[in-house]
């Protein structure tokens, strides 16, 4: 009996030791798990959403029926080691229902009625178009040939407005019409709750609410639309506090705060 209590008393304690080291090796492979998605992971706001539920904001990527580019498009987004299995793995939802982060809406589909409003003020060309959503309402969309891939880094953006893209990803090649005035984008913010403002709209913004951001030699009303859009996608996400390439003018950085920068919060867009 001695011997017996003798042994418990040796293997209780070496459990224990056990039991934390497990644990411990546990955790460790669920952070390697999530580092190994290389993918932009879901906002801690959307990660408590139930599946039942609908997020509170979305991103939609609309296609015609029997429409071969989008039939193409959405190929190689679900393709092995493509952007939606990329983002799965890093705790995405993926799907044609409202719940999922990333909704596949075809247009002859009975969407539900927070979407069926969008898809009627979106023109729907031969090509899907992706849009992020949140109450209702449009908040950022994307466009093709204007340097940005649509892979899980542009998915990230779309979901969260940040770019979290690696530093020396190799940028398509642009396929519309540029000026060579200003870098072109394909994530772009709305336009004071406008997804596809035209020229003059963009303009009459750009001088009426980031007067300070804009050079004196810029000639807006000779650059191209996209040129437009990538100039005020720039300076809005700088205002917003999120990392931007653009940088103020170097004789107007004593505006705003001090030091050229808004703080995050307000949006004037």
Known sequence: MRCLLLSFAVLIPNYAIFLTVLAAAQETSKEIAVE???????????????????PVRRVLVIMLPNCERCEKELQQLQAVKGPFEVLRKSGWRIGHGPTNHIQLVTISDHADPEVSPIIASIKISKEPVVVAVESGQLIRSFKAGCTT?????????????????????????????????????????????????????????????????????WKLESW????????????????????????????RQTSRNGSGIRRPGRRSR
């Open 149 to 217: 891939p649509l892979d899980e880094w542009t998915f990230g953006w779309m979901l969260t407005g940040k770019d979290e893209r690696p530093k020396g990803s190799i940028p398509e090649s642009a396929t519309v019409s540029t000026t060579q005035n200003y870098p072109l984008r394909g994530n772009h913010w709305s336009v004071e709750g406008i997804w596809n403002p035209t020229s003059e709209f963009v303009i009459s913004h750009l001088r009426s609410n980031h007067p300070t951001d804009l050079k004196i030699e």
């Open 36 to 54: 190994s998605s290389n993918g932009p992971r879901i906002p801690e706001e959307l990660q408590q959403d139930k599946r039942s539920t609908i």
């Open 224 to 251: 191209s639309h996209h040129e437009l859009l990538s100039l005020h996608d720039d300076i809005h996400e700088r205002e917003e506090g999120f990392p931007s390439r653009y940088q103020l003018p170097s004789s």
